[in-house]
């Protein structure tokens, strides 16, 4: 499994550094990649891969795939559904005290089976885009 982070070149040194950590990528292991049953792997079978850069735009983003997660006998379509959520979670996590209201930082997250689970009609996992920052907004700006 690979996980890598797209960000755009508004975003700070500090973000990508802090996201590219071994904190992060613990973090990542402990609450995402346990509800998918990998608890104990290789270097080579999960990692975390250096942040690209979208060449253009000036608000702040990050976009994350986690790819090449194998749907097995072992992993039922809501342990990736937990996944998905987890991540999506720990990203806003790390990512909301470096955003403010006045310029949140918009994240979209997906995971990508190698097959479509059972019951669904694709192997491509995602949640609507989010926009993220500190202190959470009032409910009208949407943050």
Not at 14 to 37: K, N, Y
Not at 113 to 124: C, H, I, M, N, T
């Amino acid at each position: 499994m690979k996980l890598k982070a797209v960000l755009n070149r508004g975003c700070t040194p500090e973000v990508t550094a802090m996201l590219e950590s071994p904190e992060f990528w613990q973090a990542i292991r402990d609450d995402v990649l346990c509800h998918l049953g990998a608890h104990d792997f290789g270097p080579a079978a999960a990692y975390l891969q250096a942040c690209d850069f979208a060449v253009g735009g000036s608000k702040p983003m990050c976009e994350v795939r986690l790819t090449g997660v194998s749907v097995t006998t072992g992993r039922s379509t809501q342990n990736f559904e937990d996944a998905l959520a987890a991540l999506e979670r720990v990203y806003a996590d790390a990512l909301r005290p470096h955003f403010t209201p006045e310029e949140p930082i918009q994240l979209l997250v997906s995971v990508m089976l190698d097959q479509k689970p059972f019951g669904r009609e694709s192997a491509l996992l995602e949640r609507p885009a989010v926009y993220i920052c500190t202190p959470p907004p009032p409910p009208e700006v949407g943050c």
